[in-house]
């Protein structure tokens, strides 16, 4: 049985789910798509040398909060993929309250020694809590770098570091030990986020961020450097939000948008972020005393891949 | 001067030219969308919703 089979099983049989068939249901679909984010805390849990099946109630926790995350954030971001479309807005908040509170009770159920219980119990309470902050935060639409870099590290970051963290707490490790890999997984989830944010601006037909006037690092790059097609940016950026107003999509201007993105150098930043995070994950790794660490190398190099295709393919040299 | 008016200003006038990866950034300005594909391809972890695309 793989891990994500392993982990509904041990999800479905918590007394409390049985009773919710919406839950069980929304659990199976979600379960389905195999989401890579559930099976973070594996890595840790065995790099502290414990087993992957101790990592199961982990996932689980894992995969309840992030289910309670997205049918929140997909109301907030208005998202046509949204659950609440098919169930409606009040349903929907209810069951993101169940997830939450589901993801304490797959740690609370399982049998873990206390010590570690609560550490994980918390170090879930917190990312939840560090989400929401976060998640207010963006919907304020940061207008400057260091409100952007606020909201990566409050809406991103904690799920990440969570992540880490329980999956080396569940795995055996001391405190200080999971707090060391709590660390690494912010710095992970920060990654993470450059790679979203470069993938959203890049995105054809024009993602929410562009509709919505969001402000994703490199359209906050454009928007904000003072550079030769500033003003021009500006003004697609106007026309992109009052074209989805009006329902009518406008493809030329998120084309000059996104090739403006690309010659001032934004995209560039975006790229710059991933390479000096990456190279401080790697020394970050390196620093941590672990019993194997080639699952976490390789989940950092998956992050820096893309970007040395693309150098690649451009005849440049970098990211070696 | 903020980070990103820094970085601007040291990516166009190639303070860093010694740099490998500065170089490479400077190229990538003049990319074409196509050739970003590359980037976009791995990034499905960001994909955050209860459906597929």
Same mark, same amino acid.
């Given at each position: 049985?793989?891990?994500?089979?392993?982990?509904?099983?041990?999800?479905?049989?918590?007394?409390?789910?049985?009773?919710? =068939?919406?839950?069980?249901?929304?659990?199976?679909?979600?379960?389905?798509?195999?989401?890579?984010?559930?099976?973070?805390?594996?890595?840790?849990?065995?790099?502290?040398?414990?087993?992957?099946?101790?990592?199961? =109630?982990?996932?689980?926790?894992?995969g309840?909060?992030?289910?309670?995350?997205?049918?929140?954030?997909?109301?907030?971001?208005?998202?046509?993929r949204?659950?609440?479309?098919r169930?409606?807005?009040?349903?929907?908040?209810?069951?993101?309250?169940?997830?939450?509170?589901?993801?304490?009770?797959?740690?609370?159920?399982?049998?873990?020694?206390?010590?570690?219980?609560?550490?994980?119990?918390?170090?879930l309470?917190?990312?939840?809590?560090?989400?929401?902050l976060?998640?207010?935060?963006?919907?304020?639409?940061?207008?400057?770098?260091?409100?952007?870099?606020?909201?990566?590290?409050?809406?991103?970051?904690?799920?990440?570091?969570?992540?880490?963290?329980?999956?080396?707490?569940?795995?055996?490790?001391?405190?200080?030990?999971?707090?060391?890999?709590?660390?690494?997984?912010?710095?992970?989830?920060?990654?993470?986020?450059?790679?979203?944010?470069?993938?959203?601006?890049?995105?054809?037909?024009?993602?929410?961020?562009?509709?919505?006037?969001r402000?994703?690092?490199?359209?906050?790059?454009?928007?904000?450097?003072?550079? =030769?097609?500033?003003?021009?940016?500006?003004?697609?950026?106007r026309?992109?939000?009052?074209?989805?107003?009006?329902?009518?999509?406008?493809?030329?201007?998120?084309?000059?948008?996104?090739?403006?993105?690309i010659?001032?150098?934004a995209?560039?930043?975006?790229?710059?972020?991933?390479?000096r995070?990456?190279?401080?994950?790697?020394?970050?790794?390196?620093?941590?005393p672990?019993?194997?660490?080639?699952?976490?190398?390789?989940?950092?190099?998956?992050?820096?891949? =893309?970007?040395?295709e693309?150098?690649?393919?451009?005849?440049?040299a970098?990211?070696? | 001067?903020?980070?990103?008016?820094?970085?601007?200003?040291?990516?166009?006038?190639?303070?860093?030219?010694?740099?490998?990866?500065?170089?490479?950034?400077?190229?990538?300005?003049?990319?074409?969308?196509?050739?970003?594909?590359a980037?976009?391809?791995?990034?499905?972890?960001?994909?955050?919703?209860?459906?597929?695309?």
């Amino acid at each position: 049985m793989d891990t994500y089979a392993l982990m509904l099983d041990y999800v479905l049989n918590l007394s409390l789910v049985q009773n919710w =068939p919406e839950m069980q249901a929304l659990l199976k679909r979600a379960a389905a798509k195999k989401d890579r984010n559930w099976e973070l805390p594996v890595p840790t849990c065995e790099a502290v040398g414990g087993r992957t099946e101790q990592a199961i =109630p982990a996932m689980a926790a894992l995969g309840c909060l992030q289910i309670s995350i997205i049918l929140i954030d997909d109301l907030l971001d208005s998202d046509p993929r949204g659950e609440y479309h098919r169930i409606g807005p009040s349903a929907t908040a209810n069951l993101s309250a169940a997830f939450q509170a589901l993801s304490l009770e797959a740690i609370a159920q399982s049998k873990t020694e206390p010590a570690a219980t609560l550490a994980v119990l918390e170090s879930l309470n917190r990312a939840a809590l560090l989400t929401a902050l976060g998640q207010q935060l963006d919907a304020q639409n940061p207008s400057d770098e260091a409100a952007y870099w606020k909201v990566v590290q409050t809406k991103s970051s904690p799920f990440y570091g969570a992540a880490f963290h329980i999956g080396a707490l569940l795995g055996g490790a001391s405190l200080e030990l999971a707090e060391e890999l709590k660390r690494l997984g912010d710095l992970y989830g920060e990654l993470i986020q450059i790679h979203d944010d470069l993938h959203d601006a890049l995105a054809v037909p024009a993602n929410p961020d562009w509709t919505l006037g969001r402000s994703p690092l490199p359209i906050l790059f454009a928007q904000t450097v003072e550079h =030769p097609d500033k003003a021009r940016f500006l003004e697609l950026r106007r026309a992109l939000v009052l074209s989805a107003v009006e329902g009518l999509p406008h493809p030329e201007a998120l084309a000059e948008a996104q090739t403006i993105l690309i010659r001032c150098g934004a995209i560039s930043y975006g790229v710059h972020h991933i390479l000096r995070r990456s190279e401080m994950a790697h020394e970050m790794l390196q620093g941590i005393p672990l019993s194997q660490r080639a699952g976490l190398e390789a989940l950092l190099e998956e992050q820096v891949k =893309p970007v040395r295709e693309l150098f690649a393919s451009l005849g440049t040299a970098g990211a070696s | 001067m903020s980070t990103m008016q820094e970085f601007y200003q040291q990516l166009f006038q190639a303070l860093e030219r010694d740099s490998s990866d500065c170089a490479s950034l400077l190229q990538l300005t003049q990319a074409s969308p196509a050739q970003l594909v590359a980037l976009k391809g791995l990034l499905n972890w960001g994909d955050w919703h209860l459906e597929a695309a």
